[in-house]
């Protein structure tokens, strides 16, 4: 087993993305869940930082953690006969809801792994032991991976095409692993505006595909995925109506739009009901699976459109706007790529 450690404060949302690059994730504690398994996928999560091999699980104590450490077993790897493998322990007080002295257990559990035979090296070692204090649990494990984060050098205000109410990259992200997005599948954003969502898509593997209903912002976002995405990278933008997409059935993996707010209530000649209504019908009809954004659910749209909800989350953006998160399934669907 795996100890995942999730990022931002929703563990619940973290642990839906997480399930893209694992199997058999739950949380355990504030902060932490555990996986069955893991993939390299884990490396391309927005709220999953690291995931490590899973030593067991304790109670919030450094006294506990010693004695799980000494029961276990730890090979040692270094294959140079002539010196120790080395190690270093980390510690967390996960939120700071364990009151733990990280310090003490970083020695402590560090002196044990020392009567084992390894050495220490805290600046570069062979492998890196984490041991996780939330509330009232502990989880000890060797670091497996870590995600990649590299969000802050793609901020909408810094894309050499900019449009105000850009997505920040970090829900992007999690909303394209939501989706499934990766390596052979194919992703569609029919309201991409500046192509937040077909970046993050690009970037972990999935081929990218947006349509706008305004020229200038579907030739902006091909500006962006040019300036992003590897020159060899398969990704297309057009001017398009999300209610009548160019697409035949089931030909795309998976949908992700955020869906234009209150204050954005005539587009295309329609209103705002009959828009997303008609995006929801066109996304089950290319797709089988879908994630939704808004400023209030569309859960209720999306079971009329004959969409099974999944999952459903809420983002707080500011105090005046809440993103409403909705993961949709078709299981009549037929999977394209996403195995």
């Excluded at 995942?4 to 949302?13: C, Q, R, W």
């Excluded at 869940?33 to 884990?42: I, K």
């Excluded at 810094?158 to 052979?184: C, E, I, K, S, T």
């Excluded at 962006?224 to 590897?230: E, F, Q, R």
């Amino acid at each position: 087993m795996y100890a995942l450690e999730l990022a931002g404060e929703d563990d619940e949302f973290a642990a839906a993305e997480a399930a893209s690059a694992a199997t058999g994730v739950e949380v355990v504690a504030p902060g932490l869940a555990t996986a069955n398994a893991v993939t390299d996928r884990v490396r391309t999560l927005a709220y999953t930082r690291r995931a490590s091999e899973l030593v067991g699980k304790t109670d919030a104590s450094v006294e506990s953690a010693r004695v799980l450490l000494e029961a276990g077993e730890h090979d040692r790897e270094a294959t140079d006969a002539n010196r120790k493998e080395t190690v270093a322990v980390r510690a967390r007080d996960v939120r700071e809801t364990a009151g733990v002295d990280t310090q003490r257990a970083e020695r402590v559990l560090g002196q044990t792994l020392v009567d084992r035979g390894f050495a220490v090296d805290l600046d570069d070692p062979d492998r890196e032991l984490r041991a996780l204090f939330s509330a009232d649990t502990c989880l000890l494990g060797w670091l497996e991976t870590e995600s990649v984060r590299d969000y802050g050098t793609r901020k909408p205000t810094d894309r050499p095409f900019f449009q105000p109410g850009g997505m920040d990259p970090l829900l992007a992200r999690a909303l394209v692993n939501l989706a499934g997005a990766r390596p052979g599948a194919t992703l569609l954003d029919p309201m991409c505006g500046t192509g937040g969502v077909l970046i993050e898509a690009g970037l972990v593997g999935a081929t990218p595909l947006g349509a706008d209903a305004q020229r200038k912002m579907a030739r902006g976002a091909a500006e962006n995925l040019a300036h992003y995405l590897p020159a060899d990278a398969d990704w297309a933008t057009l001017q398009g109506d999300a209610t009548h997409l160019p697409f035949s059935e089931d030909s795309i993996d998976a949908v992700v739009f955020d869906a234009p707010y209150g204050r954005q209530s005539k587009i295309a000649n329609l209103d705002l009901d009959d828009l997303v209504s008609g995006a929801l019908a066109e996304a089950r009809r290319v797709a089988g699976r879908a994630v939704v954004v808004g400023d209030r659910s569309l859960a209720a749209e999306a079971r009329a459109e004959g969409w099974t909800v999944e999952a459903e989350f809420e983002r707080r953006v500011h105090r005046s706007l809440v993103r409403h998160i909705t993961v949709l399934d078709d299981a009549d669907a037929d999977s394209v790529g996403l195995d």
